[in-house]
């Protein structure tokens, strides 16, 4: 149980344009969804919290404007990098936290973003 | 604020050694910790959570509050624990919950 999925696992996108990755629970409802970045040979840094049906709360530092977080529904989340930049490069991992508890949090396989 | 440090970016021991990786943490209440371990190309898993006091694929943690430490140990280490290990807290009141991560310590297990 406490499954994440997210989609795409890889992508590339050309400088200017937008991507969009989503983040589903498959087989619990997540109220709250994370979303995090992780460097090459780096720790994952949280960005935002994504709160169902109200807006996300942000990390210090990042930019919500560049980084659109959408959480419509109980087990849906979305982040739209918005006007990529080739330093938007990089690995990007959502989470949740099953509220049956056992599982603790549970993560993606992470998406692979390119900016050409 | 909440912080966790892990001060070892490498920890590189024998097979059938003892292998011990540190995190202490910084956090004003009672926080919830973790260890994830991340093998190549694989997504995080759940190692331990320091509420479930259990032992997995050999690895214990033990929170020690007075040093607020969280310091993960396995008495016999195999090549296959080779990984990224990463200690994460939980906290709670205002903190909406979310999990803030270490560092991480590279585990290189040789033969």
């Known amino acids: 149980g406490a499954v994440v999925s997210q989609h795409p696992s890889r992508v590339i996108c050309k400088s200017g344009t937008s991507v969009k990755i989503e983040c589903r629970s498959l087989d619990f409802q997540a109220t709250t969804m994370f979303w995090y970045r992780q460097f090459p040979k780096q720790s994952l840094m949280l960005m935002a919290t994504?709160?169902?049906?109200?807006?996300?709360?942000?990390e210090q530092g990042v930019e919500k404007d560049k980084f659109l977080i959408n959480h419509a529904s109980l087990t849906l989340s979305t982040l739209t990098v918005t006007s990529a930049h080739p330093e938007d490069s990089s690995f990007y991992i959502c989470?949740?936290?099953?509220?049956?508890?056992?599982?603790?949090?549970?993560f993606g396989s992470g998406t692979r973003l390119t900016v050409v | 604020a909440q912080r966790v440090t892990q001060p070892e970016k490498l920890l590189s021991v024998f097979k059938g050694a003892p292998v011990e990786l540190k995190c202490n943490y910084s956090y004003s209440g009672s926080p919830e910790l973790f260890w994830y371990v991340q093998y190549s190309r694989q997504r995080l898993q759940l190692l331990l959570r320091?509420?479930s006091r259990e032992s997995i694929k050999g690895f214990t943690a033990d929170l020690n509050k007075g040093e607020t430490s969280f310091h993960l140990k396995k008495p016999f280490a195999q090549e296959e624990d080779s990984a990224m290990y990463y200690c994460a807290l939980s906290g709670h009141n205002n903190q909406g919950g979310k999990l803030i991560f270490g560092q991480g310590t590279e585990l290189s297990v040789k033969p």
């Open positions: 320091h509420i």
């Open positions: 989470s949740a936290r099953d509220p049956r508890g056992y599982y603790g949090y549970t």
């Open positions: 994504s709160n169902e049906g109200s807006k996300a709360t942000y």
